[in-house]
């Protein structure tokens, strides 16, 4: 069965660094997403991306992050100043683009610790 | 604006009881609603899901049903098994017919289950 992919499985950075977190959606999806989760809290919207543009973003996605469709596989997050805030869980998520269809399909996570 | 609300945790049970985690739900429009789960250590899985009132999710044994009057989805199973224990996200999907809308979750039920 297709499965979204997310490198690398951890990641340790120091504060103020620039990380980029890396996924590879299933293959016919068209939109995408970036969820987080801080330890022990629920999980929250980032932003969703859509024919090479942000749909959505929360008020958590500031400046600071961004995202990129670099070719027809890969969609990544990047954190520009890590904060030690910005520790959490990372989701990718995908979903196929089809009226009714809104089942999201996520990734394995990467677990981020700024330090 | 959408949110979800789900039955605080930690549910404690013992092998083959019966579970309940309730979940109610505030939402315009018609969302779609969902049981993600996740195990120790591991990212979300969808469990089961149901996109209009009155449908039935169901998966490993897992119920929930779509309950618009109420606003309810409750999650049920007959019999828990040890290799339940995870934590159990309710969560929402709003504007049923685009495929960019966003997951909303809510804060997240921890089960452990007693051999």
């Known amino acids: 069965e297709p499965e979204v992919t997310q490198t690398p499985s951890h990641q340790v950075t120091q504060m103020g660094q620039e990380v980029i977190l890396r996924c590879v959606p299933i293959s016919n999806h068209l939109y995408f997403y970036w969820y987080r989760q801080i330890l022990g809290q629920k999980v929250e919207f980032l932003v969703s991306?859509?024919?090479?543009?942000?749909?959505?973003k929360s008020e958590i996605f500031d400046d600071q992050f961004s995202v990129e469709r670099p070719d027809g596989s890969n969609f990544t997050l990047k954190i520009r100043s890590t904060k030690l805030e910005d520790s959490a869980m990372y989701f990718c998520?995908?979903?196929?683009?089809?009226?009714?269809?809104?089942?999201?399909?996520f990734g394995p996570g990467t677990r981020l610790l700024v330090l | 604006g959408n949110s979800v609300t789900q039955m605080e945790g930690p549910v404690t049970l013992s092998e083959e009881a019966f579970l309940t985690i309730n979940c109610t739900y505030t939402a315009t429009g018609y969302p779609s609603l969902f049981w993600y789960v996740q195990y120790p250590g591991e990212g979300l899985q969808l469990l089961l899901k149901?996109?209009?009132?009155?449908d039935k999710g169901s998966n490993k044994g897992f119920e929930a049903t779509y309950r618009k009057e109420t606003t309810s989805f409750h999650l049920e199973k007959g019999s828990v098994q040890v290799s339940d224990s995870a934590v159990y996200f309710c969560?929402?999907?709003?504007?049923?017919?685009?495929?960019?809308?966003?997951?909303?979750f809510g804060s997240g039920t921890r089960l452990s289950i007693r051999p």
């Open positions: 998520a995908s979903t196929v683009a089809r009226a009714g269809q809104e089942t999201q399909y």
């Open positions: 149901a996109t209009k009132a009155d």
């Open positions: 991306f859509y024919n090479n543009e942000i749909s959505e």
């Open positions: 969560a929402l999907s709003d504007l049923r017919y685009s495929s960019a809308s966003k997951i909303i």
